[in-house]
């Protein structure tokens, strides 16, 4: 069965701290993986997809196969991305979103 | 202006009625989506369309339908069946028939029954 894990609901860390925001999946196949965001008030919206293997707004995530993860890497966080952050599978397969919020 | 729309923003209806949420997307996306998104469960399928006059159901569909009869539009009808519908409710489109690749959002509408 298709699944995607968030295990963080909530996480919280200082501006210029790292953040890793954890992502799992199953799948069987290839999987067409994404991270989405949501800023207060705004639409949800793509922050990056494994394919184009871009750098968003400083964001990263790599697909590693092996441990099914798709975790999303900032090396110095910044108070605007504070955000609920959703993975994905295509198809409309969504993690449970994981709540991110950077203090000054 | 080009993108997907949903209307109302805000809706309200009594208990036992069926509401009709609207979803227009004027974006050429073959595929279409309507999501519940409720807190601490992230965003949960309900049903999906890939073409029109055809659509399939998510995770969720109980208490839910839909129609396709238009490329741009996909409305969602919240039955009476439907044990607890207040919620956010989300449409989304995507290009291609595959059901891959980047989905677009609409901002959503906030169904409240009492």
């Known amino acids: 069965a298709q699944r995607v894990t968030q295990p963080e609901k909530l996480l919280s860390v200082f501006k210029g701290a790292p953040v890793e925001l954890k992502c799992n999946y199953s799948?069987?196949?290839?999987?067409?993986l994404f991270w989405y965001v949501q800023y207060s008030r705004q639409r949800l919206q793509l922050l990056l997809r494994h394919i184009s293997r871009e750098s968003i707004k400083g964001f990263t995530a790599d697909l590693n196969k092996g441990e099914t993860s798709f975790h999303l890497k900032k090396p110095f966080a910044q108070e605007e991305d504070s955000a609920m952050y959703y993975c994905?599978?295509?198809?409309?397969?969504f993690g449970a979103g994981t709540r991110l919020t950077v203090k000054p | 202006d080009g993108g997907i729309t949903q209307s109302p923003k805000y809706l309200f209806r009594k208990e036992g009625q069926n509401v009709t949420l609207s979803c227009e997307q004027n974006l050429n996306h073959d595929a279409m989506y309507w999501y519940r998104q409720d807190p601490g469960q992230g965003l949960r399928l309900i049903y999906y369309?890939?073409?029109?006059?055809?659509?399939q159901k998510g995770d969720i569909a109980e208490g839910y339908s839909v129609s396709r009869e238009k490329k741009e539009s996909f409305p969602l009808t919240v039955t009476s069946a439907q044990k607890n519908p207040t919620a956010f409710y989300l449409c989304?489109?995507?290009?291609?028939?595959?059901?891959?690749?980047?989905?677009?959002f609409g901002p959503g509408t906030r169904l409240t029954v009492t």
């Open positions: 369309s890939q073409i029109v006059n055809d659509f």
């Open positions: 994905a599978l295509s198809g409309g397969r």
């Open positions: 799948y069987s196949g290839s999987p067409e």
């Open positions: 989304a489109s995507s290009i291609g028939t595959s059901g891959s690749g980047e989905q677009y």
